[in-house]
């Protein structure tokens, strides 16, 4: 069997499509989503996904400003701005880019955002919400992980999914999301022992860990539905997921790729809540969630 690719490039400009309709109605109201980056320090990696960023809220005619900071910035002149843009009624979304700075705390910075701001889906208020099954921001790349699986209506309810890795930012919210799904959600990690032996009895594996060939052929079972968050390079410089995929694609029924997967569907999400963000402030959301 050969896997069928979810092409995550297309699924993701799908999604802009409904996305610039919903800015075209927000503009006519005379609002337009607008979001704000914080970028500290020069950090090679976060410039580039930054980038991006602008360029989709461009794309979509959004508003977008790029606050750059020198490495030095202190946390209290970090938290500062965040509160500046929490005031800001032209800004519906902030995000501060991550990593940060070994001097920066990281958990202070994302508790600063307003959470009707917190367009990430990191804060905790965020994170709670979705926990409990209320109305959140969702954490962008897992949100887009769910819209993939929509998009090629496979129906989650009942079915086994493993997650590999137990990031704040991936591997633990889209385990919740799952089980919001009414899928069963088993998660692993750099201690579990025996990876295989779990990743074997998934109908969905997960990869989320930044290692390539973390997932080969025999850590799946026959038609199985392999997603690869990684992000990494092989030995001749070319970008590469955690899942081997020539080796995977044989035994999988659907398998995302290394780049054109989940990777455009996290910047496209983010457009999303950032979309949201805006609605809510004229109460267009709930009629957005209906459509
Ligand atoms: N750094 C890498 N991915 C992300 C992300 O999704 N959000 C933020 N804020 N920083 C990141």
């Known amino acids: 069997m050969s896997a069928q690719i979810i092409n995550g490039k297309e699924i993701a400009e799908a999604v802009r499509q409904d996305i610039s309709k919903e800015v075209q109605q927000l503009r006519e109201k005379n609002v ?5 980056v914080i970028l500290v ?14 360029k989709a809220c461009e794309d979509l005619g959004m508003h977008s ?3 750059k900071q ?9 938290i500062r701005k965040i509160e500046e843009l929490n005031q800001d009624d032209s800004i519906h979304g902030i995000l501060v880019q991550l990593p940060l700075p070994g001097h920066i705390q990281e958990k202070a910075i994302i508790e600063a955002i307003s959470p009707e701001k917190d367009v990430d889906g990191f804060h905790p208020i965020n994170i709670g919400r979705m926990m409990t099954g ?37 591997g633990k919210p889209a385990g919740q999301l799952f089980l919001n799904a009414n899928a069963t959600v088993t998660y692993c990690h750099s201690k579990t022992s025996d990876l295989a032996y779990y990743t074997r009895q998934a109908d969905v594996v997960v990869v989320a860990v930044g290692k390539r060939d973390t997932i080969t052929s025999s850590h799946i079972k026959e038609g199985a539905v392999v997603i690869d968050v990684g992000m990494n390079r092989n030995d001749e410089g ?6 081997s995929f020539e080796d995977v694609k044989n035994k999988a029924s659907y398998i995302t ?7 455009p ?15 809510k402030t004229l109460n267009l959301d709930k009629q957005a969630m209906k459509s």
Do not use: W
């Open 265 to 279: 569907m996290t910047i496209t999400m983010l457009m999303k809540n950032t979309v949201k963000s805006a609605q």
């Open 65 to 67: 400003v790029l606050i």
């Open 41 to 54: 320090g020069d950090n090679q990696a976060s410039q580039t996904y930054v980038r991006n960023k602008q």
């Open 238 to 243: 070319k970008l590469c997921g955690d899942v």
């Open 32 to 36: 337009v989503p607008g979001l704000a």
């Open 70 to 78: 020198p490495a030095d910035l202190t946390q209290p002149d970090l």
């Open 134 to 170: 209320q109305d959140a921001f969702l954490p962008c790349t897992p949100y887009g992980i769910m819209v993939m699986l929509e998009h090629i209506d496979y129906k989650l309810e009942g079915k086994h999914v493993v997650i590999v890795g137990r990031s704040n930012i991936v």
């Open 257 to 263: 790729p290394v780049p054109k997967g989940v990777g």
